[in-house]
């Protein structure tokens, strides 16, 4: 995923008239001295928190897959997730989100973005990363 100061993102592109760039689903890895359910990272939950948006090409959003709940604590992302997150990992909280079981095929068009939203300062953890996979249809 590209990323901007407050944002990661992948954008669609169409190759030779391909049906644009199909996310089956995006790896969240977050890195910080410890987590758990009610917190992000080892501080308290988070003020604006992350949203999780599919907009198009002039920046609207076409489907906010969080419905207006942003991510402001770890247990936030098991409803991302569609899953329970492990916590039991102390220090790396990995989440794997898998699109499709929020019964959203996502196509990106040529300039539609998948978008996470960094609403926060994040630079406390030791690191915090979103790799999207997929393939261009």
């Not at 954008?11 to 910080?32: K, M, P, S």
């Not at 991510?71 to 936030?76: N, S, T, Y």
């Not at 039991?88 to 939203?117: C, D, F, Y």
Request: proline content about 4%.
């Amino acid at each position: 995923m590209a990323r901007r100061p407050d944002e990661y993102f992948v954008e669609g592109r169409d190759d030779a008239g391909g049906t644009g760039t199909v996310v089956v689903r995006v790896i969240f890895n977050l890195l910080d001295s410890r987590f758990g359910p009610t917190q992000f990272g080892s501080k308290q939950p988070l003020t604006n928190g992350l949203k999780v948006e599919h907009r198009d090409a002039d920046g609207n959003v076409l489907v906010d897959f969080l419905d207006g709940l942003p991510i402001k604590q770890g247990a936030d992302f098991c409803r991302l997730a569609g899953t329970d997150v492990d916590f039991s990992e102390k220090r790396h909280m990995p989440v794997r989100w898998t699109i499709g079981k929020t019964n959203h095929e996502l196509v990106l068009q040529e300039g539609e973005k998948l978008v996470i939203a960094v609403r926060d300062d994040l630079r406390y953890l030791a690191s915090f990363q979103a790799v999207a996979q997929g393939y261009w249809g």
